[in-house]
């Protein structure tokens, strides 16, 4: 019998420009969102319990800091490290209380001042690096797998703060701004690896601005859904049948 090997370490499958403008545009548009929230609405309960909105915009602004320095993103892998238990886990507990006294204004200004060095901290990733692993591996529908520091850069650390920005959304009722250009590439860029996890033929059609259609294979089921309820899907985020219970990480 031949030995088993394990999968390589899986890589991000965008073109690095359009990686790192959507990085850049992504984090705008969560700052814009902040900018709209209210007083009683950074305290409306999130479909990420325990968090509240400004609970989750804590994580958002640590996960930001980590990337915009190295020194940081030591200190927070070493922190989340000696916490033990799930490191992503205990990475967003580090960085949800490094902010707990911040109000939202504080909140406000620390992600204006911190997303453009985070854009360009992402930016300026040699590719040396970006092919190495992260040390830490990762459970996606029951499987430890591994990453390429280029798909943490290029493909969860958007992902991120796309979806969080969709849960805001979600728990107060402000409207989140949806445009192919930008969130119609991370969806396609979604539903891309989420055909490649499961590896069912099957055609997809998705709703809504950030939709669109897409065949695998021949033969297999079509589905409609709206754009986001099939991110919220295979995220986890809301029940799934069928082919949709295969995660996507975000």
């Known amino acids: 019998m031949a030995p088993q090997t394990s999968p390589p370490p899986r890589v991000s499958r965008l073109d690095r420009r359009t990686a790192m403008r959507l990085a850049a545009n992504e ?20 479909s990420c319990p325990p ?26 892998i070493h922190g ?8 992503i886990d205990a990475l967003c ?11 939202p204004v504080e909140l406000r200004h620390a992600w204006a001042r911190t997303s453009p060095r985070a854009a360009r901290g992402r930016r300026r990733i040699p590719p040396f690096v970006r ?21 943490l850069t290029e493909a969860i650390l958007t992902r991120d ?18 445009t192919a250009e930008h969130d119609g590439l991370i969806v396609d860029h979604l539903v891309q690896e989420w055909a490649a996890r499961h590896r069912q033929p099957i055609t997809l ?3 809504g601005p950030a939709g669109g259609s897409w065949t695998f294979g021949s033969g297999g089921e079509v589905l409609d859904l709206d754009a986001i309820e099939f991110c919220r899907q295979i995220s986890g985020r809301s029940p799934a049948l069928g082919l949709t219970r295969t995660q996507v990480p975000f």
Do not use: C
């Open 51 to 76: 968090w509240d909105v400004r609970q989750m915009a804590r994580d958002l602004l640590g996960m930001a800091e980590m990337a915009a320095s190295l020194l940081e993103q030591r200190r927070q």
């Open 80 to 87: 989340a490290a000696r916490r033990g238990g799930v490191f």
């Open 161 to 178: 703060p796309w979806m969080h920005r969709l849960d805001i959304a979600a728990a107060t009722g402000v409207k989140p701004k949806h």
């Open 27 to 46: 984090y705008q548009r969560v700052g814009e969102m902040f900018e709209e929230l209210t007083s009683a609405q950074w305290d409306a309960p999130t």
């Open 93 to 103: 507990a580090l960085q949800v209380e490094k902010h707990a006294a911040d109000s």
């Open 205 to 207: 059609h998705l709703g």
């Open 131 to 151: 092919g190495r692993s992260v040390p830490q591996t990762q459970l996606v529908n029951g499987v430890e797998e591994t990453w390429t520091i280029g798909y």
